[in-house]
């Protein structure tokens, strides 16, 4: 299925002119997250943004080290040993790696600032995605193990919104949650066979009527009758 995905990638997004690398790392990610071979296209399609922001990245990267190198081509030359009626090489200057004067063009803060919020918005979209990835293999985890609904409901806080580092940590967070909604199923079974329980001899109990282990209690507390 990998090969179809990182077909379909470069067919479809091959105006964007991204390295090989780029499209096999993409196509990795979505083979994780389909399941069918019908599921691909639309994958493919999901991933429009972000590969738009690995092209902007990309060419200004390209933008930015072009400028460099213009920028070192100009430090490099020296019009005043420029004769052309000499036909012998410049010398070289005494100092080749003349110290940095420190001062980095506007142009090249801008390109680099740019990159900077490019590559942390890449990182909330990567972590967006895989928040969202892992919270449909938790819940397809608690449905495949039948945790209670009602259980879940009561939690302060939807199971979907944590984070996991792994697939490990699901599942044994998915194991922790179907004990704990099996424990509290019971205890729900065991409060209602108790509230519903019947009298012995199948004897119904009135209003106001109290237990016999009341009454004798009651009985004991009377005053003894004297006989005049």
């Given at each position: 299925?990998?090969?179809?995905?990182?077909?379909?990638?470069?067919?479809?997004?091959?105006n964007?002119?991204?390295?090989?690398?780029?499209?096999?790392?993409?196509?990795?990610?979505?083979?994780?997250?389909?399941k069918?071979?019908?599921?691909?296209?639309?994958?493919?399609?999901?991933?429009?943004?972000?590969?738009?922001?690995?092209?902007?990245?990309a060419?200004?990267?390209?933008?930015?080290?072009?400028?460099?190198?213009?920028?070192?081509?100009?430090?490099?030359?020296?019009?005043?040993?420029?004769?052309?009626?000499?036909?012998?090489?410049?010398?070289?200057?005494?100092?080749?790696?003349?110290?940095?004067?420190?001062?980095?063009?506007?142009?090249?803060?801008?390109?680099?600032?740019?990159?900077?919020?490019?590559?942390?918005?890449?990182?909330?979209?990567?972590?967006?995605?895989?928040?969202?990835?892992?919270?449909?293999?938790?819940?397809?985890?608690?449905?495949?193990?039948?945790?209670?609904?009602?259980?879940?409901?009561?939690?302060?806080?939807?199971?979907?919104?944590?984070?996991?580092?792994?697939?490990?940590?699901?599942?044994?967070?998915?194991?922790?949650?179907?004990?704990?909604?099996?424990?509290?199923?019971?205890?729900?079974?065991?409060?209602?066979?108790?509230?519903?329980?019947?009298?012995?001899?199948?004897?119904?109990?009135?209003?106001?009527?109290?237990?016999?282990?009341?009454?004798?209690?009651?009985?004991?507390?009377?005053?003894?009758?004297?006989?005049?």
């Amino acid at each position: 299925m990998f090969e179809k995905i990182l077909a379909e990638l470069k067919t479809k997004y091959k105006n964007l002119g991204l390295s090989e690398t780029i499209l096999k790392a993409k196509a990795k990610q979505i083979e994780k997250a389909v399941k069918t071979e019908g599921e691909i296209a639309d994958a493919v399609a999901g991933v429009e943004d972000d590969l738009a922001i690995f092209q902007s990245f990309a060419d200004q990267n390209r933008t930015l080290a072009k400028k460099i190198e213009d920028l070192e081509k100009a430090k490099g030359t020296d019009p005043k040993s420029a004769d052309p009626t000499d036909p012998k090489p410049t010398d070289p200057p005494a100092n080749p790696n003349p110290a940095p004067t420190g001062d980095v063009p506007e142009w090249a803060k801008a390109i680099i600032e740019s990159n900077k919020t490019l590559a942390e918005s890449l990182t909330a979209m990567k972590t967006k995605e895989a928040q969202q990835t892992n919270a449909q293999k938790l819940q397809a985890k608690l449905t495949e193990l039948k945790v209670s609904q009602a259980y879940l409901d009561l939690l302060p806080q939807s199971p979907t919104e944590r984070t996991f580092q792994n697939d490990e940590e699901i599942e044994a967070f998915a194991t922790s949650l179907k004990a704990k909604s099996e424990a509290y199923d019971q205890s729900v079974a065991n409060g209602a066979l108790k509230s519903n329980a019947t009298p012995l001899f199948g004897e119904a109990k009135k209003e106001g009527d109290v237990s016999p282990d009341v009454q004798s209690y009651l009985d004991s507390k009377k005053p003894a009758k004297t006989n005049e």
